[in-house]
């Protein structure tokens, strides 16, 4: 038995932080984190695997001389050889010219609490699941796939800066497919902090509609088209947006907002940031990596780039502050936002002649991320738009883009917005049906 | 941290026990330790490194027709327990949905270890050796053409596992692999380029030559930087086209691979990864000319997706998925193989780690080589486009409609390769792709790459390969 063996987890940070001191590093963060996550899976109207994934650790980053090296622990009793290894390894890495060190003092947090009806829930995610699926069918859809996640987890912080935090979170995330035949589906998803919220049975019925309002589909055109897309194919493309306004990603070559802060990369009508401090909101986190509080911090401001995502160092560099956006490494956004218009669905698709409407994408690539140049792949539910109304549905299509035309080209911004986070949007995004205009769609020449 | 993972390899058979005792009609315990150590370079500044001991067991239970999975990363009898019961509960709790019971394909037993040798362990590889390669290698493809950003990112990992199943396989094996990940950003006059560059295989330290691997690199950089100063503009109308081994292994894994998994076929990954233009009723017809030949193999020495038992305790072997332009074989777990009464398992589940499930996935996929050595694919060959090596890619969820844009491409005429193209565009059906090959070279490449698939993710190592092959009759694509 150590020390360690014997104090509680939540504790450990501070302690660690303390001893690494002692030992010699100049900055130290630990991080204890628990939680456990289930997962039921379905497909073809029937469960396919039920899942539980149970994790404990601690993560130690360590700063010496600008060097900068990092280790995890999975049980206290590992955490005296963890921190000898790193202080002899450390030793060995060269200096990262670009580090600034950590914040000092010891910020207060925004409390946030998992919500205690989500842990205990097994049986209960079945009935979740059993209604999802029941509800597409009713809409008309054949076959019905999906996910269905549970999760509580809680995360302790120190840092030798002098913060001590401390949060757990909940979440009840759905996601539906429904097919009613080869060609036609429609796909719906929603993320929770609890109960209370979750709604499985409207997310399967708006799959299941999307599924046969899109069957027999024709095959699209290629050509430029003013598009509707819904917050599930936008918040897709707001994600990649998000990633770019990462400092981070600005100093790799990563982003294709480089060099253009107080320049204008969106129509006046698009207001972006990030937040992520309500915690009725999934996704939320009261502080960031290096301990600072996470905040609201506009990014593009009627259409103007304000500034990028910070940690301290390279705030220090652009001669900012931390934006509280800490990731593991770079900058990372926690939830981005675009701020809602006032117009309906209904109104945008009445503002287009011809173009479509598109409700879900997939695997969005990019030729060139510092210039923006991409293509994805619209999938589920596509339908022509031809004077102001949905016209027929159609498949096989690609938006061939650039992300600044995509942005500079937003028309109108409805106001209905929708926190979308699933398999192709990584970090949640809140935003509602956007009109561009003039995009580029190709589609396979033979 | 410890030099080599020492597994409680009971405790993984006590698992399967307790499991049994509980109920369970089948159960498998995959127990996985790595040694894992990586660094990040971003334009040549050290910006962090890591390292690590990761370790754990999963538990996967059949019980009325239900699937269970747990997993743990505390490695004790106690936790293991609660994992176990969990399993057992949530496989319980499930069957009152599964409307088709799950079932596992019959599979030989086997007992079984292997590891691949290493000249120097991974694990005993110095952080100070580690930076200085990367350095090295960064350095390098800065003098090779002006390059205005770059990111660089080494892994390593020593991978130990015991799977341990109610079938009374047993099988034990020790995988080390070692990947570098770059993404230099190339700028000339207004003109920007990126390549992203991988390279990865399954062995030890002695694959990390800076010189060579700098090399290697060095030339796809000068190449990207060729094409994008030089670059014509791409021909239209209907042309012939020769393809690289790299654009030909990202095809035949994308638009060949991931199409022939039998969980996208069967429909149980229409929420995630997607469903497959291919059919079970498709086997044994027609997708592509006599010259294409498909195959996925696990067992190639030092492969980036090396293995010799999968992750249900099946052996690997070749799977031959298109045979002369004929559908072939589908890769298969023990699930597939038993919903699509296949009567075993071809040995394609893989899981990225022991808190992941083993679903069906490629490993090493590659066209088959031909007959034609690269002057003969040339031949005849009046106007054309050779695509080497491509940037930006994708393809739709069914695996039909695929896209690849050239990152170094040129002109074919005559016969002969002349100048470089910019950015074209290959943007077509899959059949339309299988068809149009008429003629396969000899020589067999491979690249690395990771694959996506499964929720929650799983990246996986493979190798993606080929010959330059021929095509016939292409009209390129339009770019934005």
Redesign the interface.
């Known amino acids: 038995m150590t020390a360690w063996t014997k104090m509680r987890a939540a504790d450990i940070p501070e302690s660690v932080v303390r001893k690494a001191l002692d030992m010699g590093a100049d900055d130290v963060i630990c991080t204890a984190a628990a939680g456990e996550t289930?997962?039921?899976?379905?497909?073809?109207?029937?469960?396919?695997?039920?899942?539980?994934?149970?994790?404990?650790?601690f993560g130690i980053y360590l700063a010496k001389d600008k060097?900068?090296?990092?280790?995890?622990?999975?049980?206290p009793a590992e955490i005296d050889?963890?921190l000898d290894?790193l202080l002899k390894?450390i030793k060995?890495?060269?200096?990262?010219?670009?580090y600034a060190g950590l914040p000092s003092g010891k910020p207060k947090y925004r409390k946030q609490a998992a919500d205690p009806a989500v842990a205990p829930l097994?049986?209960e995610l079945?009935d979740h699941?059993?209604a999802a699926?029941a509800s597409a069918l009713e809409a008309g859809a054949s076959?019905i796939?999906?996910?269905l996640y549970s999760g509580t987890h809680t995360l302790n912080r120190a840092t030798s800066g002098g913060a001590i935090g401390t949060y757990s979170a909940s979440s009840l995330e759905l996601?539906?497919?429904a097919?009613s035949d080869s060609e036609s589906s429609g796909?719906m998803v929603q993320s929770a902090t609890g109960p209370k919220s979750f709604e499985p049975e409207r997310v399967g019925r708006v799959a299941g509609e999307l599924a046969i309002e899109s069957r027999n589909p024709e095959m699209g055109k290629?050509g430029k088209f003013d598009v509707v897309f819904s917050p599930m194919i936008f918040a897709n493309i707001l994600n990649h947006v998000g990633g770019s306004c990462s400092a981070?990603a600005v100093?790799?070559?990563?982003s294709f907002l480089g060099d253009m802060v107080g320049k204008k990369v969106a129509s006046g009508g698009f207001t972006f940031y990030d937040d992520a401090t309500d915690p009725a909101l999934f996704g939320s986190v009261p502080f960031d990596e290096e301990g600072v509080p996470t905040g609201r911090t506009c990014l593009i401001e009627k259409g103007i780039l304000k500034g990028y995502l910070h940690n301290t160092s390279t705030a220090k560099r652009y001669s900012t502050e931390s934006t509280g956006n800490a990731g593991l490494?770079f900058p990372r956004a926690w939830t981005v936002h675009l701020e809602p218009g006032s117009k309906d669905r209904d109104k945008l698709i009445s503002q287009v002649d011809r173009g479509y409407y598109m409700t879900n994408t997939?695997?969005?690539?990019?030729?060139?991320?510092?210039?923006g140049?991409?293509?994805?792949?619209p999938?589920d539910a596509i339908f022509r738009i031809e004077k102001g109304r949905l016209a027929g549905p159609v498949k096989?299509i690609?938006i061939?883009?650039?992300m600044l035309?995509i942005l500079k080209n937003v028309k109108s911004i409805g106001n209905d917005p929708m926190l979308v986070h699933w398999?192709e949007v990584e970090d949640p995004v809140v935003t509602p049906h956007v009109l561009v205009a003039d995009v580029?769609i190709?589609?396979?020449?033979? | 941290?410890p030099d080599e993972i020492i597994l409680d390899r009971d405790l993984a058979i006590q698992a399967v026990d307790m499991a049994l005792d509980m109920g369970a009609e089948y159960a498998e315990a995959r127990m996985e330790g790595a040694i894992t150590n990586g660094l990040?370079l971003?334009?040549g500044?050290?910006?962090?490194?890591?390292?690590?001991t990761?370790?754990?067991m999963c538990v996967r239970v059949l019980m009325h027709g239900?699937?269970?999975?747990?997993?743990?990363?505390?490695l004790n009898k106690e936790?293991v327990r609660?994992?176990v019961e969990?399993?057992v509960?949530?496989?319980k709790?499930?069957s009152?949905?599964?409307?088709?019971r799950?079932a596992l394909s019959d599979e030989p037993t086997h007992t079984a270890d292997y590891a691949i040798p290493q000249k120097r362990k991974l694990a005993d590889v110095?952080?100070?050796e580690i930076?200085s390669a990367l350095?090295h290698i960064d350095k390098a493809i800065v003098e090779t053409a002006p390059v205005?950003?770059?990111?660089m990112h080494l892994s390593m990992e020593e991978r130990t596992k015991f799977f341990a199943s109610s079938d009374d396989s047993r099988i034990g094996s020790v995988i080390p692999r070692i990947a570098i990940f770059t993404?230099p950003?190339i700028k000339d006059g207004d003109r920007?380029?990126?390549a992203m560059l991988q390279r990865g295989v399954s062995m030890g330290w002695e694959y990390m030559d800076p010189a060579k691997r700098a090399e290697e690199l060095c030339h796809e950089v000068a190449m990207t930087h060729r094409n994008m100063k030089e670059g014509v503009k791409a021909p239209s109308g209907r042309i012939d086209m020769v393809l690289g081994p790299e654009v030909v292994g990202i095809a035949a894994h994308e638009s060949c691979g991931h199409p022939y998994e039998a969980d996208r076929i069967?429909?149980?990954?229409?929420?995630?990864a997607?469903e497959s233009f291919v059919k079970a009723g498709m086997m044994g017809t027609r997708i592509g000319s006599d010259a294409a030949t498909v195959i996925d193999d696990p067992t190639l020495e030092n492969s980036y997706g090396f293995y010799l038992y999968d992750d249900e305790g099946v052996k690997a072997r070749p799977k031959v998925l298109i045979k002369n332009g004929i559908i072939n074989e589908f890769l298969h777990n023990r699930e597939t193989s038993a919903s699509m009464d296949m009567g075993a398992s071809n040995g394609g589940a893989r899981a990225n780690n022991y808190?992941r499930?083993a679903i069906v996935r490629m490993s090493n996929t590659f066209v088959a080589p031909g007959d034609h050595s690269d002057g003969e694919l040339l031949e005849g060959i009046k106007l054309g486009v050779y695509m080497k090596s491509f940037?930006?890619?994708?393809?739709?969820?069914k695996r039909?409609?695929?896209?690849y844009?050239g990152r170094e491409a040129y002109l074919i005429e005559n016969g002969r390769v002349t100048a470089p193209v910019r950015?074209p565009i290959l943007?077509?059906?899959t059949p339309?792709f299988w068809s149009a090959i008429d003629a396969v070279g000899k020589k067999l490449e491979f690249a690395a790459a990771t694959c996506g698939k499964g929720?929650?993710?799983q990246g996986i190592p493979v190798y993606t390969g080929g010959p330059h092959i021929r095509l016939r009759g292409?009209?390129?694509?339009?770019?934005?």
């Open positions: 289930k997962q039921i899976r379905f497909a073809n109207n029937s469960v396919t695997a039920s899942k539980s994934y149970s994790s404990t650790g060097r900068i090296l990092s280790t995890d622990v999975t049980l050889r963890a290894e390894r060995m890495m060269e200096p990262n010219e670009d097994v049986e079945y699941v059993n699926i076959r796939a999906g996910v996601s539906v497919r097919m796909h290629e981070g100093d790799a070559g990563m490494v997939w695997y969005t690539r990019f030729q060139n991320h510092l210039t140049d991409f293509s994805t792949i999938r096989d690609r061939s883009e650039s035309s398999w580029n190709t589609r396979s020449t033979q | 941290m990040l971003k334009n500044n050290p910006e962090i490194a890591g390292f690590g990761n370790s754990g239900g699937m269970g999975f747990a997993s743990t990363d505390i936790k609660d994992r969990t399993a509960r949530m496989a709790a499930s009152r949905l599964v409307k088709d799950i110095g952080l100070d930076v350095v205005v950003n770059r990111y993404i950003t920007f380029a990126q069967s429909g149980r990954e229409a929420a995630q997607g808190d499930e940037m930006e890619w994708n393809i739709d969820d039909y409609n695929q896209r844009i950015a943007e077509l059906t339309a929720e929650p993710s292409i009209t390129l694509g339009v770019g934005k």
